[in-house]
């Protein structure tokens, strides 16, 4: 945090002095007011107490280097404990040693020493590191090699918002006690949780080859980093042991174990093995849950000139993930949210995460951030990928609409914990999982490729790639790297974007000067000096519309206001800044709605059309009407959608035959569903009839879970019918859709739908389902109610629940609380009021329970903001 008393403000100076020079093209740029801040001299020293370095978070000290981790494990599931022997061959760094030190929490051992079995060696353990003495002086070409047998018993003990627990090895459902879950095992090793399960230099500037070998019983699948060498089944034919080998170093957070009965559909790419492993009721969707897997490996091979450099490729879905997805080498794993049937993926589909955890296999697995200091340097890459991949496949609007989300969610969330992208001073390297490292990150790769050009900026990823590959990296060496390609220094916009925190705030004000015939634009950078750089220097271009044609200026905007002038021949259309639409910021401007919809019907960009539509919208404009139907004609769906949003009830009415052919016809399911939904107001009896054709005939379940509650709003005894015969489609919206309709009716038949599906929707359609199933509750009332908040408090309180299922399910808590509480008050009677005061507290003190117990940093805070929990609990 900045402590304000540090450096004192003791001379402002602001000049008026223009400065002017017109140069050949017209452009006129101008100084104004800029703002100068000197630090004083302090009055009197501070206590010298206060004096300190300020927090950093260093990389691991290497003393060893590892050389090769070789794993026999096997598992206790009754138990929740991983049986293993690990072999652990290394060198010294440079320095001689005479022990090493290996990460290894909540372990027993059976044996630590040499490789023989009969030569124990002496070694101190604290639960977390185990001290082993080598009982010689290991000089720095000598190598060693450690066996160490043990018994591991993985628990949780934290967690954060981006990954729920640190255990580092799961077992899920390991007694069959839940007839609904599969039997699963599996890891998640990212940041330093693989020493749960077996021992090793858990940091990611240490890097080794490794083998497995992996006894399950023989129902089961395993995968693991590397190729598999053999399957061994066993004279019991009970147990089987699968080998596993991985000849390429990696870090040790990356490697990765998976059991359970899985079924596995086999691609491949260049020769190489391409896996998918689903639950067997996927199967037939597995290609569509990872679709593109072969087309990406091929466009980002091509696009870096780095071909994909790994054995194989193979992505698994597993239950109960806790982050998610994880990019361990050759073999991602995906938390089951992924896991879909094919028409429930279209225009859903799960190509950003699959793009994300591919391209680390590049930045992240083949070049590995040194600390998690410099973790953008693995995720901020693994983001922009996202962008590329859009771009490519969808095409540069879509990208853009990618970008925007982006930067919202950067925007949205940076004034609560803004820090340099290069964070040194963090206290927790869990924290290092935010906004900053992974929007940010991108949204600052895509200002740098603008800047360098396409050709320089992959010429200079080759380049990095290359000169750092199976090494562990800093923001430093990716900086040496563009410079070596294109022969600039780039201290500036490393300094500013990876080692200052922030982004620019502008003001932005577009004018014209009727006399002297010069348009012109003004930027004062009004960001918080004490939070952020005072001034930015950002290289932009400024596009100005006049007469039909559009005439782009380069400018280098380096203070804290700046005015540039440009000769125009009469008052211009449009003036914008940053007409490429990269420069992360934020901004006001004063665009007239005149230029708004010029903008909107001439800017080339989708930012442009989004922008404009959205302040026309937000102003309620009385021009907003001159846009709508080219909206509902644009390229982006996404434009289409809002202008959907934006008919009123007259509107719908004109341009019903539009809204009517976008129902049926519109390439984008949720421009379908949407102009369902607007057909209602247009044409009620239309709409009916356009939602009975969509849910015969229509491909996405969207639409279907749309044109059901359109049906029932219109013809409830239709929708009713409708909804029984869909109760056993699988899709979440129709689920939600089909709760939305049950809850109308209240009745006990209806339960086992609600309770056989509590478990299945995921984010906002898990909020809606399990509002739905609470509403059904309430209306019946008794023991249904009594049984309903039995239920949801198990919800609630079980960590493998998905959190928007808990969120969901303590939301649905509070709700009914607050229906006693309301009961309770607006009772005459006093015994009725006592039985519900005395639920009140039962209930209070449950979402208590359920707020003590809450791993996630991010749900409490979200129960605390919406108070769902009493303040101070």
């Given amino acids: 945090m900045f402590i304000g008393s540090v450096l004192l403000i003791t001379a402002c100076t602001t000049t008026h002095t223009v400065v002017s020079d017109r140069s050949r093209n017209g452009m006129e740029q101008r100084t104004l007011d800029t703002v100068f801040v000197d630090a004083a001299k302090p009055n009197a020293l501070r206590a010298e107490e206060e004096f300190q370095l300020p927090p950093y978070a260093p990389s691991r000290k290497r003393t060893e280097d590892l050389i090769h981790v070789r794993l026999d494990v096997s598992f206790d599931f009754e138990k929740e404990a991983v049986v293993g022997k690990a072999q652990l061959t290394f060198v010294p760094y440079f320095h001689p040693i005479t022990s090493i030190t290996l990460d290894a929490k909540g372990f027993e051992w059976s044996y630590v020493g040499l490789p023989s079995g009969n030569q124990p060696l002496s070694y101190s353990y604290d639960d977390k590191k185990i001290t082993v003495q080598l009982g010689r002086t290991l000089q720095r070409m000598d190598t060693c090699t450690l066996e160490l047998r043990y018994t591991a018993h993985p628990r949780q003990t934290g967690g954060s918002a981006a990954i729920t627990s640190n255990q580092g090895l799961f077992f899920i459902n390991p007694r069959g006690e839940e007839p609904e879950k599969p039997t699963q095992i599996w890891t998640q090793g990212e940041t330093s949780w693989n020493s749960r399960w077996f021992p090793v230099i858990d940091a990611p500037n240490e890097r080794c080859t490794q083998e497995m070998w992996i006894t399950v019983p023989a129902r089961y699948k395993t995968l693991s980093n590397g190729v598999l060498v053999s399957e061994e089944l066993h004279s019991d034919t009970a147990t089987r042991t699968d080998y596993w080998r991985m000849d390429q170093p990696h870090a040790p957070y990356l490697f990765m174990l998976a059991v359970g009965d899985f079924a596995v559909v086999k691609d491949t790419w260049r020769n190489k093995e391409v896996l998918y492993f689903v639950e067997p009721a996927f199967e037939a969707s597995a290609r569509a849950i990872f679709a593109h897997t072969p087309e990406m490996l091929e466009f980002f091979s091509t696009k870096l000139g780095v071909e994909f450099p790994w054995s194989k490729y193979a992505q698994i879905v597993v239950r109960d993930y806790v982050s998610g997805a994880m990019e361990n080498t050759t073999a991602v794993v995906f938390g089951d949210f992924v896991q879909k049937h094919a028409r429930e993926l279209i225009d859903n589909g799960n190509d950003d995460i699959v793009a994300h955890e591919m391209f680390h296999h590049w930045f992240g697995d083949l070049v590995t951030c040194e600390s998690w200091s410099n973790l953008t340097m693995n995720e901020g890459f693994a983001n922009y990928s996202e962008y590329l991949w859009t771009e490519h496949k969808y095409g540069r609007d879509a990208a853009d609409l990618h970008l925007l989300e982006e930067w919202q969610g950067y925007l949205a969330t940076s004034p609560e914990n803004m820090h340099p992208l290069i964070h040194f001073g963090v206290a927790n390297e869990e924290d290092m999982f935010d906004a900053h490292s992974y929007n940010k990150g991108g949204a600052v790769l895509h200002m740098l490729r603008h800047y360098l050009g396409d050709a320089v900026f992959f010429e200079g990823l080759n380049r990095y790639l290359k000169k750092n590959a199976f090494q562990a990296v800093e923001a430093h060496q990716l900086r040496l790297a563009f410079e070596e390609v294109s022969g600039e220094d780039l201290n500036w916009f490393f300094n500013q974007w990876y080692f200052s925190k922030g982004h620019p705030t502008l003001k932005i004000t577009y004018g014209y000067d009727a006399v002297r015939g010069e348009a012109s634009v003004q930027v004062a950078q009004t960001q918080n000096p004490d939070r952020n750089p005072a001034i930015f220097e950002l290289p932009l271009r400024i596009a100005v519309y006049e007469g039909g044609k559009v005439t782009y200026h380069t400018v280098r905007i380096n203070q804290r206001i700046q005015e540039f002038r ?66 509902l004609r644009d390229s982006s769906w996404f434009i289409r959608a809002m202008g959907l949003e934006s008919v009123d009830e007259k509107q719908a009415v004109v341009l019903k035959a539009d809204i009517a052919r976008m129902a049926q016809f519109d390439s984008h399911a949720e421009v379908r569903a949407s102009a369902l939904t607007k057909l209602v107001e247009a044409d009620s009896e239309q709409a009916l009839v356009a939602a009975k054709r969509a849910l015969l005939a229509d491909s996405a379940y969207s639409v279907m879970g749309i044109a059901l509650e359109v049906i029932h709003s219109g013809d409830p005894e239709a929708g009713l019918a409708y909804a029984a015969l869909l109760e056993k489609e699988e899709s979440e919206d129709l689920l939600v859709a089909i709760s939305a309709i049950y809850k109308e009716y209240p009745d006990a038949k209806y339960l086992p739908f609600f309770e056989k599906n509590l478990s299945r929707p995921n984010e906002f359609n898990a909020l809606n389902f399990i509002g739905n199933y609470q509403e059904m509750c309430t209306a019946l009332g008794g023991v249904f109610l009594d049984q309903g908040i039995s239920t949801l408090r198990k919800m609630a309180l079980d960590s493998a629940q998905n959190p928007w299922r808990r969120l969901g399910a303590t939301k649905s808590l509070n709700d009914f609380r607050n229906i006693f509480r309301t009961q309770s008050n607006q009772s005459k009677q006093s015994e009725a009021k006592l039985v519900l005061e005395k639920k009140v507290s039962e209930l209070t003190r449950m979402l208590d329970e359920i707020k003590t117990f809450e791993p996630n940093e991010e749900l409490k805070a979200i129960y605390q903001q919406l108070e769902l929990l009493p303040k101070g609990k």
């Fill in 566 to 631: 440009f000769a125009v021949t009469g008052k211009p259309d449009l003036i914008q800044l940053d007409p490429d639409r990269m420069l992360l910021s934020e901004f006001t401007d004063n665009k007239s709605e005149a230029e708004w919809v010029f903008q909107f019907l001439h800017a080339p960009r989708f930012l442009d059309r989004y922008e404009a539509l959205s302040r026309l919208m937000d102003g309620e404009s009385n021009r907003l009407a001159e846009v709508i139907p080219a909206a």
